[in-house]
């Protein structure tokens, strides 16, 4: 098994970051626009990309003030790699009033196939995240043409 891992610094308070991640419109405004989510342990958020073409599913598994978890769960067009991969957000904050963000994508079988290319759309993912949570949305980086 291989992990994806990225580290960024967030000038917000943690509650930014779980809401940035936990919503709807938190969602929409840096992964993807065509999602349905629900903050709340137990729900299954649904991600669609290429109008509806790719689809992931995850369940919650965690939604705390300093911590989000998410279990990849089969879809009819999850791509078999991400199963059963696990999402996590882990958020401290720092001395000087900002969060420290840990992501990881684990449970990859190999770092072979999509695995490069999801872990450089995380990257960027991240850089998207932060500037929605110090309230600088840039948009979605997957829109429904993409």
């Known amino acids: 098994m291989t992990d994806i891992l990225h580290r960024i610094t967030i ?3 943690p509650e930014k970051i779980v809401d ?3 919503t709807d419109e938190g969602i929409r405004s840096w992964w993807t626009e065509d999602c349905d989510v ?3 342990v137990g729900a299954v958020e649904v991600f669609r990309f290429m109008g509806g073409a790719v689809q992931f599913q995850f369940r919650v598994d965690e939604l705390g003030p ?4 998410w279990s990849c769960v089969p879809a009819a067009n999850t791509p078999p790699e991400w199963l059963p991969t696990k ?3 882990d958020m401290k904050r720092t001395p000087d009033g900002k969060t420290s963000l840990d992501f990881a994508h684990r449970g990859w ?11 450089t759309v995380w990257g960027e993912l ?13 948009g979605p980086y997957f829109t429904g043409r993409a």
């Open 126 to 138: 991240m850089h998207r995240l932060k500037d929605s949570a110090e309230g600088r949305p840039r």
């Open 66 to 69: 300093e911590r989000i978890a």
């Open 109 to 119: 079988r190999s770092a072979g196939g999509e695995f490069p290319q999801c872990n």
């Open 11 to 13: 000038q917000a308070p």
């Open 38 to 40: 629900t903050p709340r």
């Open 20 to 22: 940035a991640v936990s």
């Open 87 to 89: 999402i996590t957000f």
